[in-house]
């Protein structure tokens, strides 16, 4: 079955540094990974996926997320934070084409200090 | 602004009392979702719908039913509220099924007392 982990609740980090945000997961096939982002009172907002290729993806307001086969995983990445990035962020992962279902991690909560 | 609309935005029930949940989307999107979102719990899929005409179940379907009224539209409707049914709800669509969930409307939140 598949499954994804989110281990930390909430990262701290001063504003102007670079912030990671980790994600592991697991899939019997080739994992779909994707990286979602939620302000308060709002519906999810895509950042990012990938699907095969090149391990590192850039998506929106300049992040990026590094995909790791041996480890599993697929970290969140900004090399400088921004206050305006506070929010939740959620990794999900599909199991290839075996399975339209999604499924999301428990979500971390971004608060980055001025 | 073009997306996924869903009303009401707040709506308290009794336990027992029913309701029908409204998405509508405006991008031509053919697959359309229901998530709930609980505090620990991240997203899950209540139902979807991959294009007009069709519906499944997704991991938590009980005591929920959808009705995918034209391309545009996706409602979700609670026939018999239970307080285990507080919840945040959320609509989103996609391309295509093969396509993750792209647009998400703001939520519905739902208190059942």
């Known amino acids: 079955a598949q499954s994804v982990a989110q281990p930390e609740d909430q990262v701290n980090v001063a504003e102007g540094n670079p912030l990671t945000v980790k994600c592991t997961y697991s899939?019997?096939?080739?994992?779909?990974l994707f990286w979602y982002v939620q302000y308060p009172n709002r519906g999810l907002q895509f950042l990012l996926k990938y699907i095969t290729g090149d391990n590192l993806v850039k998506g929106s307001y300049g992040f990026e997320a590094e995909f790791n086969k041996s480890q599993t995983s697929f970290h969140l990445k900004k090399p400088s934070a921004l206050v305006s990035d506070s929010a939740l962020y959620f990794c999900a992962v599909r199991d290839g084409g075996a399975t339209n279902k999604l499924i999301f991690g428990t979500g971390t909560l971004l608060a980055v200090q001025p | 602004n073009a997306g996924v609309t869903q009303t009401p935005k707040f709506q308290v029930l009794k336990t027992g009392q029913s309701m029908t949940l409204q998405c509508a989307q405006d991008?031509?999107?053919?697959?359309m979702y229901w998530y709930r979102q609980d505090p620990g719990m991240g997203l899950r899929l209540i139902y979807y719908?991959?294009?007009?005409?069709?519906?499944d179940k997704g991991e938590v379907p009980n005591g929920y039913n959808v009705s995918r009224l034209n391309k545009r539209e996706f409602s979700l409707r609670l026939e018999s509220a239970a307080p285990s049914q507080t919840s945040v709800y959320f609509c989103a669509s996609s391309e295509h099924r093969a396509i993750q969930p792209q647009h998400f409307g703001d939520g519905t939140r739902l208190s059942i007392l």
């Open positions: 719908s991959a294009s007009e005409g069709t519906t």
């Open positions: 991008m031509n999107h053919n697959s």
């Open positions: 899939v019997s096939g080739n994992p779909y």
